[in-house]
Structure formats: C-alpha cells, structure tokens
C-alpha cells in the first residue's frame, strides 16, 4: 500500500508529529540463494518476521514470529 501522513502525538509530548503511515495489507518479496546442490522438491523452512502495529495514538510493542512457509525447488532453468 501506499504510505500517508498523519500527525500523531506518540510521545505524548503534547506535539503531534508527522507520522508515515500505511493501511490494509503489505506483500513482501523475499529473495533468497538457492545452492546449487539444494535436493528437489517440496521443503519448509522457517521466515522470521518482526512488525509493529500503531493506531492514530499508540503503538503496541514490536513483535517477532517465526512462521513457516512452503516452498519447491526446481531444477535450474524452470519456469513455473
């Protein structure tokens, strides 16, 4: 999504500051090295992700989850 501005006291210093938002859904694009001797195939691995979440007048602590993500390995050359 594309980012907006808001003024957000988050300090509660009693000044609102210009604040860059987002809202909705985000997608992220991970690149990441295959070896080439990797096995084919379906495998899991695990992806480490840390966010935060705001409103118009706080934040919650950052988090970090661990989520494990499906993913194949193809021959070299594939094309799916």
Do not use: N, W
């Not at 000044?15 to 070896?35: D, L, N, Q, R």
């Not at 118009?56 to 094309?79: H, K, N, R, Y």
């Amino acid at each position: 999504p594309k980012e907006h501005v808001i003024e957000v006291d988050l300090g509660g210093t009693g000044k609102p500051t210009a604040y860059a938002v987002y809202e909705g859904m985000a997608i992220a694009f991970v690149p990441f090295i295959v070896s080439t001797d990797a096995a084919i195939g379906r495998r899991q691995i695990e992806l480490t992700v840390r966010y935060q979440a705001c409103d118009d007048s706080t934040c919650d602590f950052a988090q970090t989850e661990t989520l494990p993500v499906d993913i194949e390995v193809l021959p070299a050359g594939s094309v799916r």
